[in-house]
């Protein structure tokens, strides 16, 4: 802020010795500000200038790491999208692997399966068969035993005990002469 009455003093000691102060407050200003940068470019020049070289040296260094950091992402990019790709490869060679591992292994256990079903319906068709032949022979055998039983009942009803003794007394010395039946 600009004190006036400090300007208006300056004004009364001006206008007593013949030098007259400016009122325009625009062109006061816009001389003072030249003044200060006059000063100040004058005084402080190098102190800027060199905080200014400092600061661009700092700015230059860090946009140098930057790129160099920058670069180092771009090729650990790269390297890790090559590894994904390399990765996807392998996992689609894994998957195919074991696709064709499945299928064999069911085509093997389907295969077993079929050679235990085939296995089991033989030993059910010879159990079976072992049966059917068992049955058979007891029927025959009970054939037999009923041909027989009534074979001896008929003869029981046709042949008294005499003429069964005759019989039994023939075969006996047809036996005893060395005759087989």
Known sequence: MINYSYLAFLN??????????????????????????AVLIFFG??????????????????????????????????????????GEIVLKGINQEATSKMKNLLNDKLQ????????QFENAKSN??????????????????LTFSNAIRKIEEYVDSNTHSLIISKKIDYLESGAVL
Do not use: C, P, W, Y
């Open 128 to 145: 079976v068969e072992m049966r059917k032949v068992n049955q058979m022979k007891e029927i025959k055998q009970q054939f037999i035993s």
């Open 12 to 37: 009364v000691i001006f206008n007593s010795e013949g030098i007259h102060l400016n009122n325009d407050l625009f062109e006061t200003n816009l001389i003072n500000i030249l003044i200060i940068l």
């Open 112 to 119: 077993l399966a079929t050679r235990n079903i085939r296995f």
């Open 45 to 86: 020049g190098k102190s800027v200038d060199s905080s200014l070289s400092a600061r661009k040296e700092n700015i230059l260094r860090s946009i140098e790491d930057s790129e160099k950091e920058l670069n180092s992402v771009k090729f650990q990019f790269f390297k890790a999208k090559n590894n994904l790709k390399q």
